[in-house]
């Protein structure tokens, strides 16, 4: 019976699967996001919800336990920095695991795990009412000016205020090209 046994062994001693999880940790902290087995995917979650509690309590002694695990200066202070921020209203559930397929050379379940928080560089997030207007822009069909003869159209600016439309303008002139035969 496994009672009150936590934790997967992933055929390794406990060395190597505590720098190997220590690594990971500090890959996924790095990146935000890291692929990897979904049984290590899994068991990583527990880890960097641990590393993340820390880095939200935001005292010495958390920046020296984070310091001890992480053994990176500049990754600690990311961890308090940016990272703890940003999730500081979630009670858990710090990171988000995506199911990827196979591996091909032994066909192991591969997985994304990413914090909660990723969001890829260079990408603006826009509003609702942003999408909502380009879709809107896509689907409806634009709709064509009636030519009056002998009447100029008016519009209206946003202001009440009437205004003469434009006159178009003409392009060059062609040149009259004599006839063969003349």
């Known amino acids: 019976m496994r009672h009150r046994v936590a ?3 992933l055929s390794r001693h406990t060395r190597h699967r505590e720098l190997m ?12 996001r890291i692929r990897t087995t979904l049984a290590k995917a899994k068991e990583l979650r ?5 590393i993340i509690s820390l880095g939200k309590k935001g005292t010495l002694h958390a920046r020296r336990q984070a310091f001890a695990l992480l053994r ?14 940003r999730l500081k209203d979630r009670e858990g559930g710090y990171t988000r695991i995506y199911k990827m397929g196979w591996r091909q050379g032994d066909g192991a379940p591969l997985s994304l795990v990413e ?3 990723y969001s890829p560089a260079g990408e603006k997030k826009k509003s609702t009412i942003e999408k909502a207007k380009e879709v809107v822009g896509k ?3 634009k709709k064509k000016e009636k030519k009056v003869e002998g009447k100029e159209k008016e519009t209206k600016t946003r202001k009440g205020e009437k205004k003469a439309p434009e ?11 004599k006839e063969k035969g003349e």
């Open 21 to 32: 999880f220590r690594n990971m940790l500090v890959s996924l902290l790095q990146h935000e």
């Open 7 to 9: 934790g997967r062994k």
């Open 72 to 85: 990176d200066e500049g990754l600690v202070k990311k961890l308090f920095e940016k990272i703890a921020p």
């Open 115 to 117: 914090l909660v928080t």
């Open 46 to 50: 527990s880890w960097a919800d641990r």
């Open 167 to 177: 006159e178009k303008k003409e392009g060059p002139k062609k040149k009259a090209t």
């Open 139 to 141: 689907v409806t069909p």
